[in-house]
């Protein structure tokens, strides 16, 4: 994987050299290839013009450390150095069971609780019982969709109403089914013979 990886930074850093490598391949499949990429200076690459569009990737890669290293030494001398002790994070869970592993309902919580008043109408109702009962705690969701009530709802209820409608278009016998179609064929050629 490390490999891989530095292949691909690589590759980001000096472009220029990859494109004129995988030049032959793309002739062949494509029928052209990119300007020759090897005789620009700094090692940028210039697909069409300078004026127009270029890259240079090995600049790119000093910019990301320069500014990397600026922040973290201005971390390191800025921020405090003073060690808070707590307790580990485990998500709630002490084991590393399947069961108490991360679900699609966690994932969503975060989404549902910054979207859930406006765009979702969610109301959380959590059912914990006294450490005497029995029970198990419950929690349970209920989601109103705004936008699918607002915009989807009445098309899908239309669709669905002309559907039970047309349902018993299907147990036509062939006689029936073949009439329908020559009083559909002559409807269309009558409206084409008025049509303007």
Do not use: K
């Given at each position: 994987?490390?490999?891989?990886?530095?292949?691909?930074?690589?590759?980001?850093?000096?472009?220029?050299?990859?494109?004129?490598?995988?030049?032959?391949?793309?002739?062949?499949?494509?029928?052209?290839?990119?300007?020759?990429?090897?005789?620009?200076?700094?090692?940028?690459?210039?697909?069409?013009?300078?004026?127009?569009?270029?890259?240079?990737?090995?600049?790119?890669?000093?910019?990301?450390c320069?500014?990397?290293?600026?922040?973290?030494?201005?971390?390191?001398?800025?921020?405090?150095?003073?060690?808070?002790?707590?307790?580990?994070?485990?998500?709630?869970?002490?084991?590393?069971?399947?069961?108490?592993?991360?679900?699609?309902?966690?994932?969503?919580?975060?989404?549902?609780?910054?979207?859930?008043?406006?765009?979702?109408?969610?109301?959380?109702?959590?059912?914990?019982?006294?450490p005497?009962?029995?029970?198990?705690?419950r929690?349970t969701?209920?989601?109103?969709d705004?936008?699918?009530?607002?915009?989807?709802?009445?098309?899908?209820?239309?669709?669905?109403?002309?559907?039970?409608?047309l349902n018993?278009?299907?147990?036509?016998t062939?006689?029936?089914?073949?009439?329908?179609?020559?009083?559909?064929?002559?409807?269309?050629?009558?409206v084409?013979?008025?049509?303007p």
């Amino acid at each position: 994987m490390f490999a891989f990886a530095a292949l691909c930074l690589i590759a980001g850093i000096l472009p220029g050299f990859f494109i004129d490598a995988l030049a032959p391949a793309v002739q062949d499949l494509a029928g052209d290839r990119m300007p020759v990429q090897s005789d620009v200076a700094w090692l940028s690459i210039v697909p069409i013009a300078a004026s127009r569009s270029s890259y240079n990737g090995l600049l790119v890669f000093v910019f990301m450390c320069v500014s990397g290293g600026l922040a973290a030494f201005a971390i390191h001398r800025l921020a405090s150095d003073r060690l808070r002790r707590a307790p580990p994070w485990d998500c709630g869970y002490p084991d590393a069971s399947p069961a108490t592993q991360y679900s699609a309902s966690s994932f969503a919580q975060p989404i549902r609780r910054v979207f859930g008043s406006a765009v979702f109408r969610a109301r959380e109702h959590v059912d914990m019982p006294r450490p005497d009962d029995l029970r198990a705690a419950r929690l349970t969701v209920e989601l109103r969709d705004l936008v699918w009530e607002t915009l989807y709802a009445p098309i899908a209820g239309a669709v669905a109403f002309a559907a039970d409608r047309l349902n018993h278009l299907q147990f036509l016998t062939i006689r029936q089914f073949l009439s329908l179609v020559v009083a559909a064929l002559v409807l269309l050629l009558l409206v084409l013979a008025i049509w303007p």
